[in-house]
């Protein structure tokens, strides 16, 4: 039945006629409720048929930068973490955690360029929200929020950045950041010093390889471009520059700032001149001594801030560690103070068989961002740290897979089987007894599996140690007790079988 508006003339005429009729009016509604009804019998029926029309098109995967992780994966992920938040623990820290989405002008103008990065969520009629870029914003948030002045915290959570993904590289757009922050008003330099003895303790304790920490500070680089001529709005877009010289030479670096962001070639080269620079604390001395830069102010505050750090390094014994590096830029805005980023040296034959994953640790002082979110301003200076737990994850897994290492996925200590036909009952009495107990145990699930078929399962899982029973063991009120391993098996009475396999697992 065509829309009302649509009908012909003489449709309208015959229509009112009918309705002049004693019954046309009922008889007029029946026949529009009977075509209504027919179309949308029509649209359930399309609505049901397209999706299996359009199936045939469907790819199952995961969104581009993400992925699953295996229970293989998985396993070497929790050692990654357990050791990274032991680290943690060990130095006093308090774990707090934030929402995954943030109200979205919490977090806009806090990354500088990479605020283009950020997820934005659809409006759905409410508030305008985004999923958190890191987690020192929301940090930050919190402490405003409750109106703490002092604490030392960390979170481990997953963030989002809508970025060009690379996954062998370890770089997604969703990933787990494991990070550690000091809150609070405290004399300079010594949760600073704390913070990059963390760095040292998670990366030696990851057995990554030879590690350097580069260090520099966000007042000694401002100060730098102030000395070099540098208009401030530049600022920013110029340290973006600089940033970008670890991945590309000085030249390219130079060309960007000349070409595209409009700097003078004479104060490109005058920035040249620091940001190549690098060394240990007599580099920090040679700087004051630096005729320009030791009029500058704002760069005399970090480079005194720089000594001491190195003092307070010295006494933690990781000096060696840290390099005084001018080109360390860190793009994020919110960092007003002492910078720092980890990166992992390589042999010329280690990199040929290695990942280049870029920086494995990151952080800085961050002092007036709480402030941002206080109603009256009120500041609490921040310092902290993030392991980027992904790019450890690919180094780890990569050479893994190089040495062909065999991963446990279960942490099943003892299997309980029977060479025999109807003992259900018998090993499920048994197993509970166990689990009770604590232990770590497995059973297979048929009524009557083959012992051969039992064995096999606990070789390919790993599993150390089989507690066997059939006719012979339940009359002689005995359990069996078989190492996987070395296939010897001793006979153990029931009521001593829980101590005996907590004494075999405590001397493996």
Known sequence: MPPFGLLHRRAWASLFGQLLRPSGLTSL??????????????????????????????????????????????VVREKILDMVIDCFKRHGAKRLDTPAFELKEMLTEKYGEDSGLIYDLKDQGGE?????????????????MNKV????RYQVGKVWRRESPTIVQGRYREFCQCDFDIAGQFDPMIPDAECLKIMCEVLSGLQLGDFLIKVNDRRILDGILAVCAVPQSKFHAI?????????IPWKDVRHEMVAKKGLAPEVADRIGDYVQRHG?????EE??????????????????????????????????????????????????GVIYEAVLLQTP?????????????????????????DPKGHTVPCVGLSIGVERIFAILEERMKTAGLKIRTTETQVFVATPQKNFLHERLKLISELWDAGIKAELLYKNNPKLLTQLHY???????LVVIIGEQELKEGVIKLRSVASREEVAIKRENLVAEIQKKLSES
């Open 29 to 74: 509604v029946a026949h529009i409720s009977h075509s209504f009804s027919c179309q949308v019998s029509e649209a359930v029926l399309i609505s049901q048929l397209k999706p299996h029309q359009e199936k045939s098109n469907f790819v199952i995967k995961t969104p581009k930068g993400t992925r699953d992780l295996s229970p293989q994966q998985m």
């Open 349 to 373: 034959a280690q990199a040929e068989e290695c990942l280049n994953v870029g920086s494995v640790a990151a952080g800085g002082r961050y002092d007036g961002l709480v402030g941002v979110f």
């Open 128 to 144: 305008l929200l985004s999923l958190r870029y890191d987690l020192t914003v929301p940090f930050a948030r919190y402490l405003a």
């Open 149 to 152: 002045k002092r604490m030392k």
């Open 239 to 247: 340290c973006s520059s600089i940033d970008k010289l670890d991945k």
């Open 287 to 336: 700087m004051f001594q630096d005729s320009r830069l030791s009029q500058n102010k704002q760069a005399l505050e970090g480079l005194g801030d720089l000594r001491l750090l190195f003092e307070y390094l010295t006494l933690f014994g990781i000096a060696e560690k840290i390099s005084f590096d001018l080109s360390l830029a860190r793009g994020l805005d919110y960092y007003t």
């Open 458 to 464: 606990c070789e390919h899982m790993g599993i150390p």
């Open 280 to 284: 240990g604390v007599s580099l920090v």
